[in-house]
Structure formats: C-alpha cells, structure tokens
C-alpha cells in the first residue's frame, strides 16, 4: 500500500529526525527536539505524527516500499540466471542518493526494525522472483541472502574507502543462492 506523498514540512521534519538520530541516543529523541531542529511549532508535528514512533515508522516502510518498488521493475523481465538481476546495483544506487537515511539506521546507530523490515522486503521479492522463475528456495537461504545484502551495503557505509565495485558484490552475494 503506496502512501501520499510528502509535504514538504513532513520532509524536514523526517530531515530533523534522521540527523537527531545519527547524533543522539534513539530514547533521547523527542517531539521537542524534532521540533526545535526543524523548526515548526509542536501542533504542526502534531498534524502528520502522533508519536515519535509514528515519524521513525513512517520513515522506515516509506524508505524500503520506494527500494522495492525501483528493484520490482527489475523482476519484470525473463532472467536467464540469478547473476543477470541489477539488484545491487539499483539498491546501491538508492542507498547513495538516500546516503542519511541509511548511514544513520545502519551505521550512527543500528535500527533493527528498519533492517528486518528491509530483509522481510528482500525475501518477499526474490521468493516471488524464483516463484515464477521455477526456482526453489528455502526460507534459510532467502534470510542469509537478505542478511547478505543488509551487511554488504552496511559495510559499504562503515567503509567508503573500500569502494567496493557493485558487480564485486553481486558476484558475492548471488554466490549464496547458487
């Protein structure tokens, strides 16, 4: 279920958050704060967000519907083997452009809802893949492939000077489903 689009002082407010994450403990962030970084009156968070916890979730299944919904296209076409999918590298690109968002849940300070919510993601849309593909695997390999992805692109961020190359990657993390 794709959600409205954001106004532009839900954008800065989800901005505001993401920075108080990467800079203080998760417990400490407060509707106060997020307002004072942003900065709106406490009514106006109020408009779009009934907690904190509401923001953080809002930004979480916002971040991954829109990394499934650019990685499904990729599914829409025959693949000849499991190598030929461009996963990596359109979920690399995506991590880059939305670099805040996963260095802050990934690297500033680990979120585990967002990781197992983009790992659900991840098994969800390879199951479907070999599903129609006439492939089989099991629950096992689809959550080690899902770990796989989430620790490499976490890696990547922890470690920008290794500049790791995408198809390196791939080749890495096809590797376990082969």
Not at 143 to 148: R, T
Request: charged share 25%; glycine share 2%; with cysteine.
């Amino acid at each position: 279920m794709r959600k409205e689009a954001l106004t532009e002082t839900q954008k800065d407010i989800q901005q505001a958050f993401i920075t108080l994450w990467g800079t203080i403990p998760a417990n400490k962030i407060r509707v106060k704060g997020v307002c004072e970084a942003t900065p709106i009156a406490r009514s106006t968070f109020y408009t779009y967000y009934d907690s904190i916890e509401e923001l953080k979730a809002d930004i979480e299944e916002r971040t991954i519907q829109d990394l499934v919904a650019i990685n499904r296209k990729l599914f829409r076409r025959p693949i000849q083997q499991v190598t030929d999918i461009l996963f990596v590298e359109t979920t690399l690109a995506y991590v880059t452009a939305h670099h805040h968002i996963f260095h802050a849940f990934l690297v500033a300070q680990t979120n585990l809802a967002f990781t197992e919510l983009w790992k659900r993601a991840i098994k969800e849309e390879f199951s479907l893949l070999f599903r129609d593909n006439g492939i089989r695997k099991d629950d096992f390999l689809l959550e080690i492939f899902a770990a796989s992805v989430v620790a490499a692109i976490s890696y990547q961020l922890k470690k920008p000077e290794m500049s790791l190359d995408s198809k390196d990657i791939n080749q890495l993390i096809f590797k376990i489903l082969s």
